[in-house]
């Protein structure tokens, strides 16, 4: 069993850059597909970002195509997300999470679940 704990999140101006970090223990991380998602108040938990277990495979909400990046490091147990060119909609708590089955931009492929952290970005 997979267990996680984000970090990185805070508060930055828009047009500013973040990166969140998502650190995992337990076996089976290298073959594990990962998955960042964000939740706004009000709002339902919506996918941003997703990688295979190698990596090799990325998906990307059209909303942050282009400014956010995924990546991993399987050496040191740990998921990045890389925010860039940040808006202030991109203001949420960010979750990550390990896919179990499933396609890796479906929220229900997913049953492990990190605490969350804040990202606020201002006007």
């Known amino acids: 069993q997979v267990q996680l704990v984000e970090s990185g999140g805070g508060l930055v101006q828009a047009g500013g850059s973040l990166r969140l970090s998502c650190a995992a223990s337990?076996?089976?991380?290298?073959?594990?597909?990962m998955g960042w998602f964000r939740q706004a108040p009000g709002k339902e938990r919506e996918f941003v970002a997703a990688?295979?277990?190698?990596?090799?495979?990325?998906y990307y909400a059209d909303s942050v195509k282009g400014r956010f990046t995924i990546s991993r490091d399987n050496a040191k147990n740990v998921v990045y997300l890389q925010m860039d060119s940040m808006k202030p909609e991109d203001t949420a708590m960010y979750y990550c999470?390990?896919?179990?089955?499933?396609?890796?931009?479906?929220?229900?492929?997913?049953?492990?679940w990190g605490q969350g952290t804040q990202v606020t970005v201002s006007a």
């Open positions: 999470a390990a896919r179990k089955a499933g396609f890796l931009d479906d929220i229900e492929s997913y049953s492990t």
């Open positions: 337990g076996h089976s991380f290298s073959t594990t597909g």
């Open positions: 990688l295979s277990g190698s990596g090799s495979l990325t």
